[in-house]
Structures are given as structure tokens and as C-alpha cells.
């Protein structure tokens, strides 16, 4: 009996060993999840840091290009301005390039919209806008006037023709139209007849 008793104590034991060992295995185990867990909670706080300074950066941005554009639709909307007064040769009106992109004229105390406005008035206040964005915004080296006095009477053709002639900031001007009005002021004229149905260089003066 006695035997019997010892060897089940021992087997007891043996059991209980090897419980402390499987104990002691999932413990190692655990404690290295638990190393794990805390790195992850370390990197993502890092990672909610990052986050929190990549939305300050953004909204910072943001704001700060709501801002740049403003300034630059103010500057172009002034220079395009001073064009349209050059054109219209008109110093009372004014055109205001908006920030929705829309073209107003104010005259006389009213103000019209770019619908609202003659085909002279439209043609003038567009490429007013347009040279603008050009003198302002482009690092092109030439530019390509199609037609640009095209619905204007004589006055305005004169005003605009010269207010060309002023543009800066371009190595070459090209201007292309059928309008006279160009050809004394302008340093290369080219003139393309048509003959029997064939485009060809008709003179050219420098």
C-alpha cells in the first residue's frame, strides 16, 4: 500500500512539474506578448503624433493656398484692370476679376456681369483677364493672339493694338488678324494672300 501510495505521489508530482513547466512556458509566452503589445502602443502613438502634425500640415496648406490664390487673383484681377481702362479708354469703369473666376464691370455706379456686357466689351474684358494670367502666371516665352480686336470699333482697335505693344515679360509677340490696324505699329508684318485657291506670303516688312 505503501508502495502504491509513493508511486502515485510521484506521479503526482511529475504531473505538477510538468503543469509548472507548461505554466511556465505559457508565461514566457504571455510576458513576450505582452512586450509586443506595448511596442504597438508606443508605435501608435508615434503613429497618432504623425497623424495629428500630417493634419496641422494639411489644414496649414490649405488655409495657406486659399490665401496665395486670393493674392493672386487680387494681382491679376488689378493688372487686368488697368488693361481693360488701357483698351476701353475708359479710366472711370473698372473690370474686377472675382474670386469664383466671373468678369464684372462697374460704370457709372453699376455693375454689369460678363453676359451682361456688348461682344466688344466681352472680347476687350477677356483678353484684358487674359493677358493678365499671362504677364503674371506664365514662364512661356512667346505668345499667340488669334483675332484679338475682333467685334471692337475703331477707337477700341487702336487702344488695343497699343496696349499689345506694351506687353512685357515675352520674347515674341505673335498677333493674327485681317484687322489694318496692326501694321504701322507693330516691328514684323506678314501678310498672307490667297491666290487661286493657295495660301502664300504676300509681302513682309520689317
Not at 55 to 81: G, Q
Request: hydrophobic share 35%.
Amino acid at each position: 500500500d505503501v508502495g502504491k501510495t509513493a508511486s502515485s505521489v510521484t506521479e503526482a508530482v511529475k504531473q505538477k512539474n510538468k503543469n509548472l513547466q507548461k505554466t511556465a512556458k505559457e508565461l514566457t509566452q504571455m510576458e513576450s506578448i505582452i512586450i509586443k503589445i506595448k511596442e504597438n502602443q508606443r508605435n501608435l502613438e508615434k503613429e497618432k503624433d504623425f497623424l495629428s502634425f500630417s493634419n496641422f500640415i494639411r489644414d496649414t496648406i490649405k488655409s495657406s493656398s486659399e490665401f496665395v490664390i486670393n493674392e493672386f487673383i487680387w494681382e491679376i484681377s488689378s493688372e487686368a484692370n488697368n488693361i481693360y481702362c488701357e483698351i476701353m479708354d475708359d479710366h472711370c469703369s473698372s473690370l474686377k476679376w472675382a474670386n469664383d473666376y466671373d468678369i464684372k464691370i462697374e460704370s457709372g455706379g453699376e455693375i454689369s456681369t460678363f453676359k451682361q456686357l456688348s461682344g466688344g466689351e466681352r472680347m476687350s474684358a477677356a483678353l484684358s483677364v487674359r493677358l493678365s494670367l499671362l504677364k503674371i502666371l506664365s514662364n512661356c516665352d512667346f505668345v499667340f493672339l488669334d483675332e484679338p480686336t475682333q467685334n471692337m470699333d475703331e477707337l477700341r482697335r487702336e487702344n488695343l493694338s497699343e496696349q499689345i505693344t506694351k506687353i512685357k515679360g515675352f520674347k515674341q509677340v505673335f498677333v493674327i488678324s485681317h484687322d489694318d490696324t496692326f501694321n504701322e505699329k507693330y516691328a514684323h508684318v506678314v501678310k498672307v494672300e490667297k491666290i487661286n485657291g493657295e495660301s502664300r506670303v504676300g509681302s513682309c516688312s520689317t
